[in-house]
């Protein structure tokens, strides 16, 4: 946490990719437009540090889901298995963030 914007981006080259900044100072108005902005980037996708784990493709099917030899072509079954994994990390993340934004905010309402 800063201050200033020149002391985060001297020790990070642009961090504000996915959250936003907001200096202090500042008033109601702004902390509710970096907010909006906050979670309009959040929602952006982000890169991948890895490649989706293959161990994720040899997971059993949950009950309801069709099986690869149920007429789904098996690489495809196996990358949408990826898919979800990943989806559903970047969704517990972002309840996470969500959750310490609210905690911000009202601790500031304070």
């Known amino acids: 946490m800063s201050g200033r914007r020149e002391e985060v981006t001297e020790k990070i080259q642009e961090p504000f990719e996915y959250f936003e900044f907001i200096q202090k100072p500042f008033?109601?108005?702004e902390l509710i437009e970096a907010i909006k902005g906050a979670m309009t980037k959040a929602r952006k996708p982000r890169r991948s540090a890895a490649p989706a784990a293959p161990a994720a493709a040899?997971?059993?099917?949950?009950?309801?889901?069709?099986?690869?030899?149920?007429?789904?072509?098996?690489?495809?079954?196996?990358?949408?298995?990826?898919?979800?994994?990943?989806l559903k990390a970047e969704v517990a993340q972002l309840r996470g963030q969500?959750?310490?934004?609210?905690?911000?905010?009202?601790?500031?309402l304070r």
Not at 63 to 86: D, I, M, S, Y
């Open 58 to 86: 040899a997971a059993p099917a949950p009950e309801g889901t069709a099986a690869p030899g149920a007429g789904a072509n098996p690489a495809e079954f196996q990358a949408l298995q990826a898919e979800v994994k990943q």
């Open 27 to 29: 008033e109601q108005k």
């Open 98 to 108: 969500l959750a310490k934004v609210l905690a911000f905010i009202k601790q500031k």
